[in-house]
């Protein structure tokens, strides 16, 4: 693919809505972080981020929410550039903010829910496919 070109991509929408949460760096992974649709555990030297299902997360947990995610369908070649690009920057330009997490086998980008439909519109006007799950 051509440098100036990004590529088309198919998304869906995550019904469910997620949180964001940060925990002490060396707090054990919890077992409220673990289900489905969705998690991601991130250890770094100075703390433990937690993506999961919003409804799980107790009181009193450091946490931003509700975010929803759109999945990338895939699989993704490892070595396909821009996808991340293709996807930030028609949300940025519709004021949306992203916070975006890669697997092996695809990309997913989280938006607050309340930007989700204006995620979803911007997405469709760049010429991306996005279903609603």
Known sequence: MPPSQSPTLALTLVAVPLAVCRLPADAPVPSWALGPPFS??????????????????????????????LRVDGPLDLALVGV???????????????????????????????DADRACAALERAGHVVRRG
């Open 84 to 114: 991340l690009a293709a996807l930030a920057a028609p949300l940025a330009e519709a004021g949306v903010s992203v916070f975006p997490i890669a697997t092996y086998d695809t990309d997913w980008i989280l938006v607050r829910e309340a």
């Open 40 to 69: 991601s555990v991130t250890r770094t030297p100075d703390e433990l981020s937690v993506v999961c299902a919003a409804d799980g997360v107790p009181a009193g947990a450091l946490t931003s929410r509700p975010w929803r995610a």
